[in-house]
C-alpha cells in the first residue's frame, strides 16, 4: 500500500518545544498509583519522546503506534520485549490525554520523563497539561514543521460486531466527525464534526472529562482498572445521571471527550494530520490500527524525514534531582 499519504513539510508553520521545565504529579487512573512526570524542552524533528527513569536501565520510547502495547481502556506504550510477545518493557499507561495537550498546543517535540508506569490522571481531561505549556511558555524552533498529508482514503472496520469504523480522507485542515453511540439516557448517541486546531481545541475539546459507568466499577477494578478513578479525575453515571455535584463542564462532554482521545491517539502517527477523519464509535484499539496503517503506507520523499533519529535534548539548567529536592 503506498501513496496513501505522505510527510510534507509545512510553508509557513514552525515547530515548536516547551520553553521550561514542567513538573505534574498524580494518581493514574487506571493503576491508581502515584506518578510523576517531567517534561523537557527537545530539539526539532526530536518528536515527543517518554522515558522511564524510574527503571535501571532507563526504558526511551517513542511516542509512536509501533510502541502501542495496550488499549484497553486507555492508550499504553512500551518497547516490545525481544521474543516474548506481546509483554512491553517499561510500559507507560494512559498517555493519550497528555498526547491529545501537546497536540492542542502545537508542541512538535519534547522529552517527557516518567516515574511511575502511568501519567496523572490529573482532572482526567488535558485542560492541565494544555494550560501549564501556555503558562509557563512555548518556543519556537528553527525548523519548519512537517506533517502526514492524507492523499487516498484511509479506513479500517472493526472485525467484532460493533460497527466501529474509522477513515481518513484528504482536506486541508485537520478535521474531525466522530458517532457516538451509547445506550444512556445521558450519553446517548449522537455527532460531533469540528474543524480543529489549536485555538479551539482548547475551548471546544481540552476540558472533557473521561467517564464511567458506576455499574462498571467493581468489573474494572477486578479487572485491574481503573483503580484510580473517582469524580476527581472522571465523570462517573449511575443508570440516570451524572454523580460529580458540579456537573458537566459542556453539553455532550463524553462526545468531547472520545474527540480528545481520538486526537492523542492520532498524534502518535508521530506528526501532525491534515485530513479528514471519520470515526464511528472508536475507541483506542480502533484509533491506534489506523495509525498504523498510515504508517505502513506513508510515503517519506527526504530520507532523512524516514530515518530513525535519536532523540536529540536541548540542554536545561535544571535537572530532575534539584526538581524533586
Ligand atoms: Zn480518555
Not at 141 to 147: D, E, I, P, T, V
Not at 296 to 310: R, V
Request: charge should be neutral; hydrophobic fraction near 40%.
Amino acid at each position: 500500500m503506498e501513496n496513501y499519504a505522505i510527510l510534507k513539510e509545512d510553508k509557513s508553520e514552525i515547530q515548536s518545544t516547551v520553553s521550561n521545565i514542567l513538573y505534574f504529579k498524580g494518581i493514574g487512573l487506571h493503576t491508581g498509583k502515584e506518578s510523576q512526570i517531567i517534561i523537557k524542552p527537545a530539539k526539532a524533528d526530536s518528536g515527543i519522546t517518554f522515558v522511564r527513569k524510574d527503571l535501571n536501565p532507563n526504558v526511551i520510547i517513542k511516542a509512536k503506534a509501533d510502541n502501542v502495547c495496550s488499549t484497553m481502556l486507555r492508550t499504553s506504550i512500551g518497547l516490545k520485549k525481544e521474543g516474548s510477545g506481546k509483554e512491553a518493557a517499561g510500559c507507560i499507561s494512559t498517555v493519550e490525554h497528555l498526547m491529545s495537550a501537546l497536540w492542542g498546543a502545537g508542541i512538535d517535540n519534547a522529552l517527557i520523563e516518567v516515574y511511575g508506569c502511568e501519567i496523572p490522571a490529573m482532572d482526567g481531561s488535558a485542560r492541565v497539561f494544555y494550560e501549564s505549556f501556555y503558562e509557563s511558555g512555548i518556543k519556537e524552533l528553527n525548523a519548519k514543521r512537517k506533517y502526514i498529508e492524507i492523499l487516498k482514503p484511509i479506513s479500517i472496520e472493526s472485525e467484532d460486531k460493533t460497527g466501529a469504523s474509522i477513515a481518513l480522507y484528504p482536506s486541508d485542515d485537520f478535521e474531525i466527525s466522530y458517532d457516538m453511540d451509547f445506550n444512556h439516557p445521558l450519553v446517548q448517541s449522537g455527532s460531533f464534526d469540528m474543524k480543529i486546531d489549536g485555538f479551539n481545541f482548547y475551548g471546544e475539546i481540552s476540558k472533557a472529562r473521561t467517564f464511567g459507568f458506576l455499574k462498571d466499577v467493581e468489573y474494572l477494578k477486578k479487572s485491574g482498572l481503573a483503580l484510580g478513578g473517582s469524580l476527581d479525575n472522571a465523570l462517573v453515571l449511575d443508570e440516570t445521571s451524572v454523580l460529580n455535584k458540579d456537573g458537566l463542564r459542556y453539553k455532550d462532554e463524553f462526545i468531547r471527550h472520545k474527540v480528545l482521545d481520538l486526537i492523542g491517539d492520532l498524534y502518535l502517527a508521530g506528526y501532525r494530520i491534515k485530513g479528514r477523519v471519520l470515526a464511528k464509535k472508536t475507541g483506542h484499539d480502533m484509533n491506534s490500527k489506523i495509525v498504523k496503517k498510515i504508517g505502513e503506507c506513508l510515503i517519506t520523499p527526504n530520507a532523512q524525514l524516514g530515518k530513525k533519529e535519536e532523540a536529540n535534548f536541548i540542554a536545561v539548567g535544571k535537572t530532575a534531582a534539584t526538581l524533586f529536592a
